[in-house]
């Protein structure tokens, strides 16, 4: 089911895509696009690609997005463990598509190497910048096992390699969004955050709420909808692990959250006179 887009508007959809194969040459990936170019999307967030992130596929894929327009930037993570197939849990990309390239000024991922998120950087009217930015959050309710190649246990043993094994690892995850968020001139600076948290538990010190409390973002969907509950992500029965958080400017310029049931994903409409 495709949405018509509203005039004036700039278009983001989002979805957990939990796998796309390269196989075939990459036919998943030339049908992802195909709806893309059908919904106008003019960027993309993809989370859980499974996608180990070398350059040959990272090369493949941008000439996969470039073809409708000619003009393609991509971000993506992926764990800084090597794997020798091109299947690898976890990790995210992002895509600009479209004339909106030209006003990307950055682009890239977070510094961890446990594949966290991704981000694009719009330049935007009166010296504003605008962050977009896809992550993926592993669930905490699952075994150590060193042998698994799992996101979880890649993520395990990078931290353990590290020394540096928390609590959780969900506490340097919010902790490197909300350093982000708040780096340099944050007044000039506006976020939307679109992310899978497969641990949705939330403290006060740790979670989403380390987040909330940070920074000066809102979770766009209560926002736009304050009378509605989270719908449940696909999948996960009644759970709703989907996050779609923003600063203050993207949420006054928000047309459209649409949070589909099953098995769609949401998709923001942002007035398009922030970035033009």
């Not at 091109?86 to 990309?93: D, E, P």
């Amino acid at each position: 089911m495709i949405i018509p887009k509203p005039l004036n508007t700039f278009h983001i959809l989002s979805r957990n895509v939990n796998t796309l194969s390269t196989q075939y040459n990459y036919l998943q990936w030339h049908a992802a696009l195909q709806a893309i170019f059908e919904s106008k999307t003019n960027a993309i967030m993809l989370q859980e690609t499974n996608l180990s992130w070398n350059k040959i596929h990272k090369k493949h894929i941008h000439k996969i997005f470039q073809k409708p327009s000619g003009h393609a930037i991509l971000a993506t993570t992926s764990s800084m463990e090597i794997s020798t197939e091109s299947y690898q849990c976890g990790g995210t990309l992002q895509a600009i598509v479209g004339s909106w390239t030209l006003q990307t000024i950055n682009h890239g991922q977070d510094h961890s190497g446990m594949g966290w998120w991704s981000f694009i950087e719009i330049q935007g009217k009166e010296d504003k910048w605008y962050i977009i930015v896809s992550g993926y959050r592993v669930g905490n309710n699952q075994q150590v096992d060193f042998g698994s190649n799992n996101t979880y246990n890649q993520q395990y043993r990078i931290l353990h390699q590290k020394a540096t094994m928390l609590r959780t690892q969900e506490t340097p995850l919010w902790t490197t969004l909300s350093h982000k968020s708040n780096y340099g001139e944050p007044k000039r600076r506006q976020f939307l955050f679109v992310l899978t948290n497969k641990n949705p538990q939330q403290t006060s010190s740790t979670g989403i709420t380390k987040l909330f409390q940070e920074t000066n973002h809102l979770d766009l969907h209560t926002k736009h909808h304050p009378q509605q509950n989270h719908p449940p992500t696909y999948n996960c029965s009644t759970t709703p692990i989907d996050l779609c958080a923003g600063s203050p400017e993207f949420a006054k310029a928000l047309v459209v959250v649409w949070t589909p049931p099953r098995p769609q994903r949401r998709s923001p409409y942002i007035r398009s006179q922030l970035c033009h």
